[in-house]
């Protein structure tokens, strides 16, 4: 119940492609919900987060689309760029006291 | 302005020693929090401070403990190291109690032997 899963596990998209990640949650408790892209040798570092109470919020090329009724939540990533590719790690909190990452998805960018 | 600093870097110890790892947050930040990241595995909580109280912690042994000291900079301490020990450790801080705007310092590598 305090598992968030994240998939897939690696994802390989050509330059200019929509690269898609996707999380799933169970407790119902959970009210918000990072994305953190971390590149080798460096912490991970915050992308951009949603709130329950919105269904998506964009900023730049990054979407997060919120599924409250299904538990699901994901990040897409318009015109993928080289540069973007890192792992990506999807991750919920409850409370201001709990916080649970996914697995992490390594996502590489064909130029 | 400087972000979240840790030190050590690198760490070398021996199964059953014990380890101090520092971490110094953004400057204006209460708030810290503690991660042990593995190989290929997304990090997990361990500890959260803010104003120098623990406000969260996950689910670690007792092995593990921190502490924040009044200039909001923070150790963790893990005690008879073990094997499975052997981890990134990321230290996180933010503005106040929450886990909103976290940011990362860049984590002490720790292997045990």
């Known amino acids: 119940q305090q598992q968030v899963k994240q998939s897939p596990q690696s994802l390989i998209v050509q330059k200019g492609g929509i690269s898609i990640i996707n999380c799933a949650y169970e407790n119902t408790a959970f009210d918000y919900f990072p994305w953190y892209q971390q590149f080798p040798g460096k912490g991970p570092a915050l992308l951009i987060a949603?709130?329950?109470?919105?269904s998506e919020k964009k900023e730049g090329r990054f979407t997060i689309s919120f599924n409250k009724s299904a538990k699901q939540f994901s990040l897409h990533i318009m015109d993928s760029q080289p540069g973007d590719s890192a792992t990506y790690f999807c991750a919920a909190t409850y409370r201001d006291d709990k916080i649970i990452f996914g697995k992490g998805t390594r996502l590489h960018i064909l130029p | 302005d400087a972000g979240v600093t840790q030190s050590p870097t690198h760490l070398i110890k021996t199964r059953g020693q014990h380890v101090t790892l520092r971490c110094s947050p953004i400057?204006?930040?209460?708030?810290v929090s503690w991660y042990q990241q593995v190989l290929g595995q997304g990090p997990q909580f361990i500890f959260q401070?803010?104003?120098?109280?623990?406000?969260g912690r996950g689910n670690f042994p007792d092995r593990f403990s921190a502490r924040q000291f009044p200039n909001y900079s923070s150790e963790l301490n893990v005690n008879a190291l073990l094997l499975g020990d052997s981890a990134l450790y990321l230290c996180?801080?933010?503005?106040?109690?929450?886990?909103?705007?976290?940011?990362f310092g860049p984590g002490t590598r720790l292997t045990v032997l």
């Open positions: 996180a801080s933010s503005l106040e109690w929450s886990f909103d705007e976290q940011f």
């Open positions: 400057s204006g930040h209460k708030s």
């Open positions: 401070y803010y104003e120098k109280e623990e406000r």
């Open positions: 949603i709130r329950p109470d919105v």
